[in-house]
């Protein structure tokens, strides 16, 4: 996120969401429940709430925030969302965007 803004929080959340669902050839139907946090940084909205602008209105959400550990990513939201899926474990697309792929450079592509 480049600043602490509803605007762009929403921006953001709806981007990593729709990302997710892209990269496993997932829909909303598809999903169980969604975790989203957020660092102590982004404090302007709540990230859940722009998932219910794109359709997770039925979803179980639940935000929470990040530990607050010295020197990690700023601005930062991640995504654990619960799905049923054909696909094994190995065949999951972790999404990584922007800046967030120094988190997991073993799974970001």
Sequence with gaps: MSSNDAAI??????????????????????????????????????????????????VPLLCAQEIDVPNALPRTIRVMLHCQTERAMNQIEHVYLHGAS???KDLAQ
């Design 9 to 58: 929080i929403g921006e953001g959340s709806k981007e990593l969401l729709s990302a997710i669902l892209k990269a496993n050839d997932l829909s909303v139907e598809d999903v169980i429940s969604v975790l989203l946090t957020s660092t102590a940084d982004l404090n302007a909205a709540f990230p859940a709430s722009a998932a219910r602008d794109i359709g997770f209105a039925s």
């Design 102 to 104: 120094v988190l997991r």
